[in-house]
């Protein structure tokens, strides 16, 4: 019995993609990978995001708005101009197209995760996900993307919104609408956004 395996082998060697990172992004690799892609409950994914919810969480980070410390410590080696440039680098790499679904799109929607996420509860004040992430939670702007990423991530991060622990959006929009949530739901949120690949 003969087995063919295809090796998944990049264009470029490790050292020769390393010099295509700027100096200032270099501190960031070990965690979210060299193209941004995240590497599972070690650090999320940064592809996809944009230059501005990068830059900004950068700076919350630095301002302790976002409670980590280890990314507090990263957080404060990027300064100045060099935040733009790590953003910029990270909000440039490629994410893998999927089909958008768009709010409306389905009417009757059983699972949980996918009905908070096309409909929200209106009668406990929580709007759709994709009303503010965009059509499959792609992201836009400051809203950042949630197809995709690392389900841990996602849910620690809807936890710490609940706690209070994280911070920094305007009016705490996302603090409220944590808070609402309960378990199960937080769990099914997290586990449809990042199977969105």
Avoid at 34 to 62: D, M, T
């Amino acid at each position: 019995m003969s087995f063919s395996v295809m090796a998944n082998i990049p264009d470029e060697s490790p050292k020769e993609l390393l010099q295509t990172v700027p100096a200032a992004a270099q501190v960031c690799l070990s965690c979210h990978g060299v193209n941004g892609e995240g590497l599972g409950v070690v650090g999320p994914r940064l592809a996809g995001l944009s230059s501005e919810y990068i830059a900004a969480q950068v700076s919350h980070f630095q301002t302790g708005f976002r409670q980590n410390p280890t990314m507090m410590a990263m957080a404060m080696t990027v300064q100045g101009d060099n935040i733009k440039v790590v953003s910029d680098f990270f909000a440039a790499k490629p994410v893998a197209e999927i089909k958008l679904q768009y709010r409306g799109d389905k009417v009757v929607i059983d699972d949980i995760g996918e009905k908070l996420a096309y409909q929200g509860d209106w009668q406990r004040d929580i709007p759709a996900c994709t009303s503010c992430h965009g059509p499959s939670g792609i992201g836009a702007g400051q809203f950042p993307r949630l197809a995709g990423q690392e389900p841990n991530y996602l849910k620690n991060q809807l936890l710490a919104w609940q706690s209070g622990t994280r911070k920094g959006d305007v009016d705490n929009m996302m603090g409220s609408i944590a808070k609402k949530l309960t378990a199960a739901e937080i769990d099914a949120l997290t586990q449809y956004f990042s199977a969105q690949k």
